[in-house]
Every structure is written in C-alpha cells, then in structure tokens.
C-alpha cells in the first residue's frame, strides 16, 4: 500500500501532544485510526472529533508499561479492521531532574515508558507484520538522543536506546517492513506537566515559551514517512525549532 488512504494505524499516547496531533492529520488523509491511551475520557472525545469530520477511529485503554495492552491494541485493529498497516509508538515521558536529586521513582517510570513500552511494541506488531507481509513502526523519540544536557541524563538515556531498538529493528526487517524514528526538539505540549523537580519544570516552560514548535509540526513528519512508497524506508526525521541550539 502506499500513501495514507485506507491504512490501518494504531497510535499510542494518543490522547494529547503529538499523538493527537497526528492522529487527526491522518484521519484526515483517510487512515483508520486505533488509538491508545490511559486517559480513556480523552480518546473518546478525539474519536468523537475524528467521526464528525468524517473518519473513522476506534480506541482502547493502553498503558505502555503493560505488555497485554500493546497485544490488545493491536488485536483490535485486526478485529476492527482486518490488518494493521503502521504503529506510531509515541507514548513517553520525560520527567527530567538533575541526578544528584536522586528522583528515582521517575527515573522507573521513564525506562519502563519510554524503552519498555517500545519494546512492547515491537513485540506486539511484529509477529502480525510478518504475517501480513509488511507494516511500518515510526517511534517517537527526541532530540535528547543526539545531544545530552545537565537534567536530562536519564531521560536522553531512554532516548538514545529508542534510536538504537529502532536501528537495529530496521537491520533485521528485511524488505518488506520499514522503520521510522522521528526525534522532536521542543514541542508545545504538557510534556512539562509531569517534571517533579521545581528547577527542571521551569527550565522547560521556559523553553516551550521561548521556542517551541506546534505537535502539529511533528505529526506532518510522521505522514510524510508513512505516506512514501512501500520501497521507500525514511529511517530518521529530526524535527525542532529553528533556534533550538
């Protein structure tokens, strides 16, 4: 299949930022759209948003961080749809501190989001895509994987192993499935709702208020990816706001 009309896409972290964001814009460009989150509220309201425009959107209860959520995301796009054509992994979480605050609790939660649940992914989609005889995952990671800064150790850490999963999952594919990582720089979204460090949380309102790009920005990059050919494989899309240093 190649463009965006008619493909089965599940989207995980869909209920705000770039996974709203991008779950539009391919409803839009007539992909059938299987959205998961934890803020089951959200979703509903963004299916709703969706079948008023004239698409269509299912979605379920998906926690990352548990294997059988991912499993079931992706048996409802087969339920639903018969096939899964693309799975945008991009649930994370990034509440950074500096390391001598020792806030080990989120450095948990960030390496079991933002690295476990990639892999739970991959372990759901996988076996259906070489079922099928194809399929693409494009994974959201950040910027924080091609440079480190001081409060972002652990979180650049998750990061940086999201771009090795996906690069070694892209060596292994073979010809028949593609591999995305898109890496956002600051992007207007509550990304800084979940930083418990008072320092590290107005570091990054100052930030998104100084410069920053809309989710929407992001999600243009990950149709463009999903919209080439099938024998066109965009491996990596850097997308941040030009006076990111």
């Known amino acids: 299949m190649e463009g965006i009309d008619g493909k089965v896409v599940a989207v995980t972290g869909a209920s705000s930022g770039i996974g709203e964001a991008t779950a539009l814009l391919l409803a839009r460009r007539g992909a059938r759209l299987v959205l998961g989150a934890r803020r089951t509220d959200r979703l509903a309201e963004l299916v709703r948003r969706i079948e008023e425009a004239g698409g269509t959107a299912v979605h379920a209860r998906t926690d990352v961080t548990r294997r059988a959520d991912l499993h079931g995301l992706v048996d409802l796009a087969r339920e639903r749809f018969g096939r899964l ?18 806030r080990v609790d989120d450095w948990d939660r960030m390496v079991d989001v933002n690295i476990k649940g990639v892999l739970h992914g991959i372990g759901a989609a996988l076996p259906v895509f070489r079922a099928q005889g194809g399929g693409h995952f494009v994974t ?4 924080a994987a091609f440079r480190i800064v001081p409060t972002m150790a652990v979180y650049a850490a998750t990061k940086f192993a999201v771009r090795a999963l996906c690069e070694g999952l892209r060596q292994e594919a073979g010809d028949s499935l593609r591999v995305t990582t898109v890496s956002p720089g600051v992007v207007a979204t509550e990304f800084g709702d979940g930083v418990t460090s008072p320092g590290a949380k107005a570091l990054v309102g100052d930030m998104r208020d100084r410069f920053s790009i809309p989710p929407e920005a992001v999600a243009r990059a990950i149709a463009f990816a999903v919209e080439r050919p ?3 494989d965009v491996n990596e899309v850097v997308v941040r706001p030009t006076a990111q240093s």
């Open 230 to 232: 099938a024998d066109v």
């Open 85 to 102: 054509d693309v799975l945008v992994g991009n649930a994370g979480i990034g509440p950074i501190s500096p390391l001598d605050e020792l």
């Open 140 to 143: 959201v990671a950040s910027t």
